[in-house]
């Protein structure tokens, strides 16, 4: 190898593979991170949907909407027929509803931009919490009072660990609250 090659491998290749590798690891975690451990973290939605009006005011039940909460590990958003059951008959004029309409009748998802997210290598099941009778105001704030829903605390390890260690701090609401599982392979799978 000549030594041309080698002082411009040093010189130039060497430093911008770095500053390429150090820039991709930066732009990752703090994107990342604001979705996940963003608190206030608030996304522009396609349609704007309030939580308060339908949550709070009409006491619409979050099951009602983020279905499978109950039975699986996922609490799903949800899709244009859910919002159809009753807007086929109800508030039919207003903008927004003829955006969720276009939606419905063209079979298109929403593309609803995810508000709460745990990172991919962590591992968390909405229907052991939600049976063991933990509200969702716990982990998500009271989204019954959000015009337009923000990230309200951390996603963090931390956060709920706190909550597996000392869970009558944030679940007095439980009566005989027990203490969740600590070993990594809860979460960590």
């Given at each position: 190898m000549s030594?041309s090659f080698?002082d411009?491998?040093?010189?130039?290749?060497?430093?911008?593979?770095?500053?390429?590798?150090?820039?991709?690891?930066?732009i990752t975690f703090?994107?990342?991170?604001a979705?996940r451990?963003?608190?206030?973290?608030?996304p522009t939605?396609p349609?704007?949907y309030?939580?308060?009006?339908?949550?709070?005011?009409?006491k619409?039940d979050c099951?009602?909407?983020?279905t499978?909460?109950?039975k699986g590990?996922h609490a799903?958003?949800?899709?244009a027929?859910?919002?159809?059951?009753?807007?086929?008959?109800a508030?039919?004029?207003?903008?927004e509803?003829i955006?969720l309409?276009k939606?419905?009748?063209?079979?298109?998802p929403i593309p609803?931009?995810r508000?709460?997210?745990?990172p991919e290598y962590?591992y968390?099941n909405?229907?052991?919490?939600v049976n063991?009778?933990?509200?969702?105001?716990?982990c998500?704030?009271?989204i019954?009072d959000?015009?337009?829903?923000?990230q309200m605390?951390g996603?963090?390890?931390?956060?709920?660990l706190?909550?597996?260690r000392?869970?009558e701090?944030?679940?007095?609401?439980?009566?005989?609250?027990?203490?969740?599982?600590?070993?990594c392979?809860?979460?960590?799978r």
């Open positions: 030594k080698l411009y491998a040093l010189k130039v290749r060497v430093p911008l593979t770095l500053f390429v590798i150090a820039l991709s690891y930066i703090y994107v990342s991170r979705e451990d963003g608190i206030g973290y608030e939605q349609i704007a309030s939580h308060k009006l339908h949550a709070g005011e009409m619409i099951e009602y909407c983020h499978g909460v109950t590990r799903l958003v949800p899709s027929n859910i919002c159809m059951n009753c807007h086929t008959v508030v039919k004029d207003q903008p509803i955006k309409k939606y419905y009748d063209e079979k298109e609803w931009k508000i709460h997210k745990l962590a968390f909405h229907s052991v919490h063991k009778g933990i509200e969702c105001e716990t998500h704030g009271n019954a959000m015009e337009v829903v923000s605390k996603w963090t390890m931390t956060a709920c706190d909550c597996h000392e869970p701090k944030q679940l007095s609401y439980i009566k005989d609250v027990q203490k969740g599982p600590e070993n392979s809860t979460c960590h």
